[in-house]
């Protein structure tokens, strides 16, 4: 070991010295003096110092915790919040949606602090593009619809934050689903509460529930578009006043 003046650089980089006031040197012979070990829990360190013509050696003894001791900040930023839109075959309602309010996230300025995906409740159409109808209507209002279809899984349950039915049996099937797995893998006991209707958070509409415009004809996709706008809206400001909010309690 050398270089015992500076031995905080060549012991433990983690370690910084504290000059003991009754002594001269650092490391008299055979004298105790105090370090300080940085890190998330500052400690004190007996070191002493033993010196012979044979070697020299530096002994660590933890004697005691520093009681103003205080963890490093955190550097990890916030997770995002993450909203799931269903329907049933994941190619009209809940693409759209899904498209509508990733639209509104991204004119806010607001892209990272989101998660934005869709799913069905069937797998039918798994792997598919939206419905060309849908995708064409909501071109028409400067949205793209870009998601392939998928059926929902057991981590969505664990990986949203919010899930958005587009009608009550889509709200159902979810539940259902939810029941069957949750006795096969751990999910979250409270996920249900998750579950929400696209419709209860309109604010210019009435309707309960958005209609599947498959087997109509275009004004049917309209329609679907204009409730989602209406909804989509409120649900961003809704989640946005919720996290200024616990931001705030938090602080």
Known sequence: MSGLLGFNTFINPN???ICNPNTRYPFPHRTSTNLCLNNHHHCIINATHLSSSSNKALIFRRFSSMATASPSPSTEE???FSVLFVCLGNIC????????FRNLVEKRGLASKFRIDSAGTIGY???DKA???MRAASKN?????????RPIKPSDFRDFDLILAMDLQNREDIMNAYEKWRFKEPLPPDAPNKVKLMCSYCKTHSEREVPDPYYGGAKGFEKVLDLLEDACESLLDSIV???NTSTSAST
């Open 15 to 17: 370690l910084t010295r």
């Open 78 to 80: 916030s997770k995002p």
């Open 93 to 100: 309602r809940s693409p759209a949606a899904e498209a509508v």
């Open 125 to 127: 159409h798994e792997g």
């Open 131 to 133: 419905d060309p109808r």
């Open 141 to 149: 209002r400067g949205i793209e619809v870009t998601s392939i279809s």
């Open 241 to 243: 006043r919720s996290q």
